[in-house]
Nanobody, 117 residues
């Protein structure tokens, strides 16, 4: 069955960087566009970055454009989110999933990112 395991979160000061990783299994990873989502306390989950099945194209929500970079390794079924210049507003639980995933789909446990001084 589908399994998504996110890792790499933590506590970082404003302006710092984190690299999130997602290991996917149980579906045809290389044929699916993938995305990173995040959910802050009291807010709806939002999709912040998308990557096509062949690593292109990529799209970002305006609030992270220029600071976050999504990439993938189809040989290892892995999706990466490099986050630079982090801000307190980036604090959230981060999830990876298929780009078109909806609330009713399977979701992993996510990884907590906290940006605070």
């Amino acid at each position: 069955q589908v399994q998504l395991v996110e890792s790499g979160g933590g506590l970082v000061q404003p302006g710092g960087s984190l690299r999130l990783s997602c290991a996917a299994s149980g579906f045809s990873f290389s044929f699916n566009a993938m995305a990173w989502f995040r959910q802050a306390p009291g807010k709806l989950r939002e999709r912040v970055a998308i990557i096509g099945s062949g690593a292109f194209p990529t799209h970002y929500v305006s609030s992270v454009k220029g600071r976050f970079t999504i990439s993938r390794d189809n040989a290892n079924n892995t999706v990466i989110l490099q986050m630079n210049s982090l801000k307190p507003d980036d604090t959230a639980v981060y999830y990876c999933n298929k780009a078109e995933a909806v609330r009713e789909d399977y979701w992993g446990q996510g990884t907590q990112v906290t940006v605070s001084s």
